[in-house]
């Protein structure tokens, strides 16, 4: 497996596509994280502190807040992909960024649906953009419009089709013409594509794309066998030495922050949230309720370490890890102790969060743990983040997986501990 499948898994990972969408996507990380402050702030799983700020009048202004930045991610998602694509192809990005998110405008609705009157009492449509396709379920739409444009926009000025302005003139100016053939080309083709789908199927792209692949991957995603896949894969791909929260959220995460985005809008909107007509499977529940403390759900067996264990190199390396471990990051202890490449400690580091996230996606599918719409940056510690995500039963939960941690590791510990322990002896 680690000869043949990773080495190809690597290179999907590390092709221009994904490449873009990966790194494309943190350029609304900014956004999400303030919207989501704002959120939180008339949002808080806390009754009495969501009236306090009810009452201060400030919660239309907070909501706007929000709506004008979380709410607008798919739109930062197209621009972040196509200039993310051209900058690593060598060519003037930001004319890219700006030809993706224009793209990306012709495939969504140019109106709001509703009854609508004039002054006069007549109905009308109003238009504009409509907020419903600027987040999550336009990502999808977002992500291709971002890839097509990028590549197409490379593609075209590798080919050296371009206006080129004599020498002298301000590079701005410049740049804006160099751009002008491929706007010309992509914007064009994206009007026929409008046209096409308006015609045939009486629906815009965006919404084609959300009927036809976004819902499905979602669906098939936002399931147990999806939570499943997903508790294995990252502590795998880390087993190896890869970085496995970044490889399959590479691929994983755009389906799981539109579900988070789609969940927060039904939120703002004062829908109540249930496992029929909302997501379980979210970016939030992930980093909340399984790379909690770290890939492989680690604490625990750092617990273990700290306190427990008898041998010099574990009870170092556990107190080298126990900060950043309360923080999220656990790279002390994946290459400390070391789990990378250990058989000893394989099956725990896959056990552990796999059962725990397949735990958390039927607790929740049940009704019994909250479905989260909210976001914390994943560096906040458990408990804290369970807390604010789920308000007590999400952080009682996230104390019982820290529970399960410590037990899920101590048997394979113990014979780490003691091989340790031996070696000491041996070497004095």
Same mark, same amino acid.
């Given at each position: 497996?680690?000869?043949?499948?990773?080495?190809?898994?690597?290179? #999907?990972?590390?092709?221009?596509?994904?490449?873009?969408?990966?790194?494309?996507?943190?350029?609304?990380?900014?956004?999400?994280?303030?919207?989501? &402050?704002?959120?939180?702030?008339?949002?808080?799983?806390?009754?009495? $502190?969501?009236?306090?700020?009810?009452?201060?009048?400030?919660?239309?202004?907070?909501?706007?807040?929000?709506?004008?930045?979380? /709410?607008?991610?798919?739109?930062?998602?197209?621009?972040?992909?196509?200039?993310?694509?051209? @900058?690593?192809?060598?060519?003037?990005?930001?004319?890219?960024?700006?030809?993706?998110?224009?793209?990306?405008?012709?495939?969504?609705?140019?109106?709001?649906?509703?009854?609508?009157?004039?002054?006069?009492?007549?109905?009308?449509?109003?238009?504009?953009?409509?907020?419903?396709?600027?987040?999550? /379920?336009?990502?999808?739409?977002?992500?291709?419009?971002?890839?097509?444009?990028?590549? $197409?926009?490379? #593609?075209?000025?590798?080919?050296?089709?371009?206006?080129?302005?004599? *020498?002298?003139?301000? *590079?701005?100016?410049?740049?804006?013409?160099?751009?002008?053939?491929?706007?010309?080309?992509?914007?064009?083709?994206?009007?026929?594509?409008?046209?096409?789908?308006?015609?045939?199927?009486?629906?815009?792209?965006?919404?084609?794309?959300? /009927?036809?692949?976004?819902?499905?991957?979602?669906?098939?995603?936002?399931?147990?066998?999806?939570?499943?896949?997903?508790?294995?894969?990252?502590?795998?791909?880390?087993?190896?030495? &890869?970085?496995?929260?970044? !490889?399959?959220?590479?691929?994983?995460?755009?389906?799981?922050?539109?579900?988070?985005?789609?969940?927060?809008?039904?939120?703002?909107?004062?829908?109540?949230?249930?496992?029929?007509?909302?997501?379980?499977?979210?970016?939030?529940?992930?980093?909340?309720?399984?790379?909690?403390?770290?890939?492989?759900?680690?604490?625990?067996?750092?617990?273990?370490?700290?306190?427990?264990? @008898?041998?010099?190199?574990?009870?170092? &390396?556990?107190?080298?890890?126990?900060?950043?471990?309360?923080?999220?990051?656990?790279?002390?202890?994946?290459?400390?102790? =070391?789990?990378?490449?250990?058989?000893?400690?394989?099956?725990?580091?896959?056990? &552990?969060?796999?059962?725990?996230?397949?735990?958390?996606?039927?607790?929740?599918?049940?009704?019994?743990?909250?479905?989260?719409?909210?976001?914390?940056?994943?560096?906040?510690?458990?408990?804290?983040?369970?807390?604010?995500?789920?308000?007590?039963?999400?952080?009682?939960?996230?104390?019982?997986?820290? !529970?399960?941690?410590?037990?899920?590791?101590? =048997?394979?510990?113990?014979?780490?501990?003691?091989?340790?322990?031996?070696?000491?002896?041996?070497?004095?």
């Amino acid at each position: 497996m680690q000869n043949v499948i990773l080495p190809n898994f690597m290179k #999907f990972v590390n092709t221009r596509g994904v490449r873009a969408i990966k790194d494309g996507m943190m350029f609304s990380m900014p956004a999400i994280m303030v919207g989501a &402050v704002y959120l939180l702030l008339f949002q808080l799983p806390v009754e009495s $502190i969501a009236n306090f700020v009810t009452s201060l009048g400030v919660v239309p202004y907070l909501a706007h807040g929000y709506t004008s930045t979380f /709410q607008v991610t798919a739109v930062i998602t197209a621009i972040g992909i196509g200039y993310t694509w051209a @900058k690593n192809d060598g060519w003037e990005p930001l004319s890219a960024g700006i030809i993706s998110l224009c793209t990306f405008l012709i495939l969504i609705p140019d109106y709001v649906a509703g009854d609508y009157f004039d002054a006069e009492g007549a109905a009308t449509v109003v238009s504009g953009l409509n907020k419903t396709w600027l987040a999550g /379920q336009g990502m999808v739409a977002a992500i291709i419009a971002g890839l097509l444009s990028g590549l $197409i926009y490379s #593609f075209i000025l590798s080919k050296d089709i371009t206006i080129k302005m004599p *020498d002298g003139v301000p *590079d701005g100016v410049a740049a804006a013409f160099t751009g002008l053939i491929p706007a010309a080309i992509i914007f064009t083709g994206a009007v026929i594509v409008y046209h096409i789908c308006d015609a045939v199927a009486g629906a815009t792209p965006v919404e084609l794309i959300y /009927q036809f692949l976004q819902a499905p991957l979602s669906g098939l995603t936002d399931s147990l066998g999806g939570a499943i896949a997903y508790g294995i894969l990252v502590p795998l791909f880390w087993w190896f030495g &890869v970085h496995g929260a970044t !490889v399959v959220g590479s691929v994983m995460s755009p389906i799981t922050q539109a579900n988070l985005l789609e969940n927060s809008a039904m939120a703002i909107a004062g829908e109540t949230l249930t496992p029929a007509n909302a997501h379980i499977l979210t970016e939030s529940l992930v980093s909340a309720t399984m790379t909690v403390t770290g890939s492989g759900m680690t604490l625990g067996l750092v617990i273990y370490m700290v306190f427990f264990a @008898k041998s010099a190199q574990m009870k170092q &390396v556990g107190k080298l890890g126990l900060g950043s471990g309360i923080f999220n990051i656990n790279e002390p202890i994946l290459f400390g102790t =070391p789990i990378v490449m250990n058989p000893k400690l394989l099956v725990p580091f896959i056990l &552990v969060p796999t059962v725990a996230f397949a735990a958390t996606y039927l607790l929740s599918s049940w009704g019994i743990l909250p479905i989260t719409y909210l976001t914390v940056p994943w560096t906040t510690p458990p408990i804290i983040s369970g807390f604010l995500l789920g308000g007590p039963m999400m952080a009682l939960w996230q104390v019982i997986e820290i !529970v399960w941690s410590f037990f899920g590791y101590l =048997p394979f510990a113990r014979s780490v501990d003691a091989d340790y322990v031996a070696a000491q002896e041996a070497e004095a």
